[in-house]
């Protein structure tokens, strides 16, 4: 067993412990872990009730963070995101007072129902990790990431996030039902949990405790995502998928009709980060090719503008970038 799947293995049995919790979203918990490991944010979007407010929360306690769920409403202020001052009258002066976005887990659920300036409020914040409020500005927790949620059902009374703020988050997370035999496995799941809850009321001290991973482990794995070995070959990929997006005339005909603007040079970092992460909780000691294919659709899907052409054709961005990945060879 090499040093570096040594490292990876207890975010490995993170890993099974939160799909043991979320059943039938391994995709959105594997997404959850590169976020952290990458230093990122993301974006998810599905219908209601698919777990998403309970991934994040389990996975904020398996680890040393806390957490925090910002409801995003119409009447919602970028104060009650950032905080404010208030003014003390025993000592004459204003003392600010945080916001819920100082803390290490935040969930901005339903981020599209609040106006644009309370979105700009928490997107300035992941972007710049620090808040200003009057004359002062306050660095945010080392440890500190955005999960936002988008319901694509219901988009009477939303504001759509601009295609600049959007680039803000490093992946966008597409999730659906589960199937039979996970919504049955969540069945039994939830009535366990409930008997569990009942036992413990009437017989306390018989709990199960985890050992999270502590802050400190988390930044060391970070590091070693970013000492993982990436070839100048699978740089090159990387560029080569993001130069397509930008002159599409070059790689395919389709990828010219149906794309308006592509990605930006954050969507090239991005990728590559990501890509590092997914290597490193696979056991790998290096990037492939494979790896950047894993999490391209994760990465590009909120970045591409599609033309009318493609609106008109029903075309959709994860079917753009399936045309993107044969069009661009591995080098």
Known sequence: MTEQTTTSTPFAQLQQQMQQHIIGQPHLVERLLIALLADGHLLVEGPPGLAKTKAIQTLSNLIEADFHRIQFTPDLLPSDITGTDIYRPETHSFEFQPGPIFHNLILADEINRAPAKVQAALLEAMAERQVSVGNH????????????????????????????????????????????ESERQILDLVEKEAKNELQKQKKEGKETLLKKISQADIFAARQAVLELTLSDNVKDYIVACTLATRTPEQYSE??????????????????????????????????SPEDVQAVIHDVFRHRLLLSFEAEAEQMTPDALIDILLTSVPVI
């Not at 319901?151 to 600049?164: F, K, V």
């Not at 803000?168 to 659906?176: A, K, N, Q, S, T």
Request: aromatic content about 12%.
């Open 137 to 180: 500005s306050m660095p945010l927790p080392e440890l500190f990431m955005v999960m936002a949620t988008q319901n694509p059902i219901e988009q009477e009374g939303t504001y759509p996030l601009p295609e600049a703020q959007l680039d803000r988050f490093m992946l966008h997370v597409m999730i659906d039902y589960p199937d039979f």
């Open 254 to 287: 389709s990828l010219k009709r149906y794309l308006q603007y592509g990605v930006s040079p954050r969507a090239t970092l991005s990728l590559a980060r990501a890509a590092r992460a997914h290597a490193w909780l696979q056991g790998e000691d290096f990037v």
